[in-house]
């Protein structure tokens, strides 16, 4: 917790102070690591993402990332990139998740059932028993359970080392869905495609009415940073929202001519978008770094708009609540971390 503070506090303080924004391009060739003519459906960056490719100097973070191919018999591929290379995973592979924590391990939701990521081979295992036709998956956070989304719409989870499969009654049918880092289920409703949020205790919450009254109809919910807590973020109608599990919302300052096909902030530090057939990305601790020591002089706005919309989201968590301008001092305890 001491280090997670003393990051979201530097985050802060240079944001709000050092950085002055400009009207840079959002997508430029310098963040290109990877192009493809067909769509890319997922991408995830793991937050232990370190330790899944054997390298003595590695300075990227791995990136999975799912390619939806019509030309194939299975439709899609589920591929890692480690620097400029991508290298193939899992035929008939949709979907990639891990845990927040310690636990390193990559598991895949495939046309036949749930995979795990074998690093040393660049190939996979099977997990579990089961054979469903999985369309999305993810982790619980600290916890042996993996919620999937099946091709009919039904959610299940399942655990004890995937022996043990439960339908959830309550998500009655679900166009997608997303856990929080407390493990509350934000989805799609199929009647609407209006989120609905399944929170931990039981206790079902209804069509969130803020975004009713804003006429939000196309919705994509994002895995949300390990930062963040009881919320994660979503694009609604191309802006970027923060839902929160109790189910308000809010809008923050950041919009998108075009909807991105797959985002993944799981790091916060290590931003990776995916457009058009093509995957972006943005170290910000790099700009960071950049910024307090002079090596550059602004950054693209719109990054540094991602950036404090988690940030405000994380600092009401950590104590920063009256603190609006985020004019973030470090604590004495934290000054000599």
Request: include cysteine; aromatic fraction near 12%; glycine fraction near 6%.
């Amino acid at each position: 917790m001491k280090s997670l503070l003393y990051i979201t506090c530097l985050l802060a303080t240079v944001l709000s102070s050092n950085v002055k924004l400009n009207k840079e391009t959002f997508f430029k060739n310098a963040h290109l690591v990877f192009s493809s003519k067909f769509n890319i459906t997922q991408v995830m960056v793991p937050v232990e993402s370190t330790h899944y490719i054997p390298s003595d100097v590695k300075d990227k973070p791995s990136i999975f990332f799912t390619v939806s191919d019509p030309t194939t018999d299975k439709g899609s591929c589920i591929y890692i990139l480690e620097g400029f290379a991508a290298y193939e995973v899992l035929e008939g592979g949709r979907d990639t998740t891990a845990d927040y924590g310690q636990d390193n391990t990559v598991y895949f939701g495939a046309r036949d059932g749930i995979y795990k990521y074998v690093p040393d081979s660049f190939g996979v295992q099977k997990f579990g028993s089961f054979d469903d036709d999985i369309i999305q998956l993810q982790k619980a956070k600290g916890q042996d359970v993996i919620y999937f989304l099946n091709t009919e719409h039904k959610l299940y989870k399942i655990e004890n080392n995937g022996t043990l499969r439960t339908r959830i009654k309550d998500v009655i049918c679900a166009h997608e869905f997303v856990l929080d880092t407390s493990n509350n289920i934000y989805y799609l409703a199929c009647e609407d495609r209006l989120p609905r949020i399944l929170r931990t205790d039981g206790s079902l919450l209804g069509v969130v009415s803020s975004l009713l009254e804003n006429d939000i109809r196309d919705i994509k919910l994002i895995r949300p940073a390990f930062l963040m807590e009881d919320s994660i973020p979503f694009f609604g109608d191309n802006a970027l929202y923060i839902l929160y599990s109790n189910g308000t919302s809010d809008r923050k300052d950041f919009q998108l001519e075009e909807r991105p096909s797959a985002v993944s902030v799981d790091s916060t530090l290590y931003i990776v978008v995916a457009i058009n057939g093509k995957i972006y990305e943005f170290d910000v601790m790099d700009m960071l770094l950049g910024s307090m020591f002079g090596f550059t002089s602004s950054w693209p706005a719109d990054i540094a708009k991602i950036v404090m919309a988690f940030i405000e989201t994380t600092k009401v968590h950590l104590g920063y609540v009256n603190n609006h301008k985020l004019n973030v001092v470090l604590p004495p305890q934290l000054a000599d971390a």
